[in-house]
Structure formats: structure tokens, C-alpha cells
């Protein structure tokens, strides 16, 4: 067991302590180097022009989530209920998943362009395009973690006359949920990303949209607190999520 394993302190101290030290640094460095505020911004500065007018990035928050949450669902479920039908037919397993496997490498951002001639700019664009790059994550992940139950455990349940629904409900998915949440994660962090690059293409409101005005204005301290806003919703999608996966993987194992 290593020296910080061994110290009594509850697990959120040191992540806490590290943000602390981090935001000394960075007020440090600013001082002592004399850094223009367009550069690098004080933390001061940042909390000030955030407390100046909370209810504007409260509102591209709020946008930036509910573009994340229903592009995020739209893209999970959909890769999720593919990858219900990959594993069944075996055939068609071994004609797509290659292609998908091969379509995570490609950047999302150049299909933006297409979405744009088909769909036009707004809130449904951008949905569509977190949908598309929380997709793939979901599927391939769902579709390994369906198909590595060992043939011992299918060989077992057939002895017993057990029905594909049985089957899947009793055996693929309980094997599956560490694969699936480890998609659904990757998904969550993707589907915040996506948002914003959206609201950077498509879109006119929202944390993302919030950045590239204030990038034109060379507002740097709005910069950072959009990105802290940001930082901050991301960090509770992933922590709710993980928070699922342990309840889930407890009872699962209970």
C-alpha cells in the first residue's frame, strides 16, 4: 500500500486540495510575471466577471445541457438498441461492427457541415450532432460487453431450455454492465464536448456560443468562467453517472 493510500483522510480532501494549490499557482503566476489580464486572467477577476452576471451563464448552462442530455440520450439509446440487434444475428455482426469500430476514428466535426445543409442551424442540429458522437461509444462497448460471456455460461443456460429474453435479462446484460457503463461514461464526457462544438457551428446560445463571442471581444476572464461553468456541469453528468454504476454494479453483485 502506498504513502497516500495509507493516509487518513476521506477521498474528496486531496482532489480538493489539489484545485487549491492550482488556483494558487495560477494567482501567483499573474502576479509575480505581471501577466495582462487578456492573457492570462487573475482568479479574482474570473469570480467577478462571473458574480457580475451569474444568470447569463446560469441560462447558456442550462442550454448546453439540454442540448447534451437529449443529443446524450437520442445517441446512447440508439447505439444501445443497435448493439441489442449486432449480437443477436451474428451475420449482421460481422458485416457492421467492423465499420463501426473503423467510424470512431472519424472527426465528428466534419460531418458538422452536412448537418448544417440538411438541417440548418438551431437546437435540433446541435442535438442531432451530440447524438452522432455519443453513438459510437455506446455501440462498441455495448456490443464487446454482450459478446464476451464465455460459451460455458451459454452451454449452461441452453441445458435448461432458457429463452433468448431469459437469456439476455439473466446472463448477457448482468455481464455486460461494466462494458455498457464504461460506454454510457465515455458517452457522457463526449456529449458535453459535442455541445459545445456545436453551439461552436451551428449554434447561437450556450456555454460554447458564450466562449466564441467572448473569444471575439477578446474577453479573456469570460473565457474562463464559461469554461469553469463547463468544467462543473461536466463533472456532475460524470459523477452522476458514476454514482449509477456503482449503485447498479452493487446490487447486481448483491
Request: a neutral charge.
Given at each position: 500500500?502506498?504513502?497516500?493510500?495509507?493516509?487518513?483522510?476521506?477521498?474528496?480532501?486531496?482532489?480538493?486540495?489539489?484545485?487549491?494549490?492550482?488556483?494558487?499557482?495560477?494567482?501567483?503566476?499573474?502576479?509575480?510575471?505581471?501577466?495582462?489580464?487578456?492573457?492570462?486572467?487573475?482568479?479574482?477577476?474570473?469570480?467577478?466577471?462571473?458574480?457580475g452576471?451569474?444568470?447569463?451563464?446560469?441560462?447558456?448552462?442550462?442550454?448546453?445541457?439540454?442540448r447534451?442530455?437529449?443529443?446524450?440520450?437520442?445517441?446512447?439509446?440508439?447505439?444501445?438498441?443497435?448493439?441489442?440487434?449486432?449480437?443477436?444475428?451474428?451475420?449482421?455482426?460481422?458485416?457492421?461492427?467492423?465499420?463501426?469500430?473503423?467510424?470512431?476514428?472519424v472527426?465528428?466535426?466534419?460531418?458538422?457541415?452536412?448537418?448544417?445543409?440538411?438541417?440548418?442551424?438551431?437546437?435540433?442540429?446541435?442535438?442531432?450532432?451530440?447524438?452522432?458522437?455519443?453513438?459510437?461509444?455506446?455501440?462498441v462497448?455495448?456490443?464487446?460487453?454482450?459478446?464476451?460471456?464465455?460459451?460455458?455460461?451459454?452451454?449452461?443456460f441452453?441445458?435448461?431450455d432458457?429463452g433468448?429474453?431469459?437469456?439476455?435479462?439473466?446472463?448477457?446484460?448482468?455481464?455486460?454492465?461494466?462494458?455498457?457503463?464504461?460506454?454510457?461514461?465515455?458517452?457522457?464526457?463526449?456529449?458535453?464536448?459535442?455541445?459545445?462544438?456545436?453551439?461552436?457551428?451551428?449554434?447561437?446560445?450556450?456555454?460554447?456560443?458564450?466562449?466564441?463571442?467572448?473569444?471575439?471581444?477578446?474577453?479573456?476572464?469570460?473565457?474562463?468562467?464559461?469554461?469553469?461553468?463547463?468544467?462543473?456541469?461536466?463533472?456532475?453528468?460524470?459523477?452522476?453517472?458514476?454514482?449509477?454504476?456503482?449503485?447498479?454494479?452493487?446490487?447486481?453483485?448483491?
Amino acid at each position: 500500500m502506498s504513502v497516500a493510500e495509507r493516509l487518513p483522510v476521506p477521498n474528496v480532501v486531496l482532489p480538493v486540495a489539489g484545485l487549491a494549490v492550482g488556483i494558487v499557482a495560477w494567482w501567483i503566476a499573474t502576479v509575480l510575471f505581471s501577466l495582462p489580464s487578456y492573457l492570462l486572467p487573475a482568479p479574482d477577476a474570473v469570480v467577478a466577471r462571473f458574480l457580475g452576471n451569474p444568470a447569463l451563464y446560469a441560462s447558456s448552462a442550462w442550454i448546453t445541457l439540454r442540448r447534451a442530455l437529449l443529443g446524450g440520450g437520442i445517441g446512447v439509446l440508439a447505439g444501445f438498441l443497435i448493439a441489442l440487434v449486432v449480437v443477436q444475428v451474428p451475420l449482421l455482426r460481422r458485416a457492421v461492427v467492423p465499420y463501426l469500430v473503423a467510424a470512431r476514428v472519424v472527426p465528428k466535426l466534419a460531418v458538422a457541415p452536412l448537418l448544417l445543409i440538411y438541417l440548418g442551424t438551431g437546437f435540433t442540429t446541435g442535438a442531432v450532432f451530440v447524438a452522432l458522437i455519443t453513438f459510437f461509444p455506446m455501440v462498441v462497448n455495448a456490443v464487446a460487453g454482450l459478446d464476451s460471456v464465455p460459451r460455458r455460461y451459454h452451454d449452461l443456460f441452453a441445458s435448461v431450455d432458457a429463452g433468448v429474453l431469459a437469456t439476455f435479462v439473466h446472463l448477457r446484460l448482468p455481464y455486460a454492465l461494466p462494458a455498457i457503463f464504461a460506454g454510457l461514461k465515455q458517452s457522457v464526457a463526449l456529449a458535453v464536448v459535442g455541445a459545445v462544438v456545436a453551439e461552436w457551428v451551428v449554434a447561437t446560445n450556450g456555454l460554447g456560443a458564450l466562449v466564441l463571442f467572448a473569444l471575439e471581444d477578446v474577453q479573456t476572464d469570460v473565457m474562463f468562467a464559461a469554461t469553469v461553468v463547463l468544467f462543473v456541469e461536466g463533472l456532475v453528468l460524470y459523477g452522476v453517472v458514476a454514482a449509477v454504476e456503482r449503485r447498479v454494479l452493487w446490487e447486481a453483485e448483491a
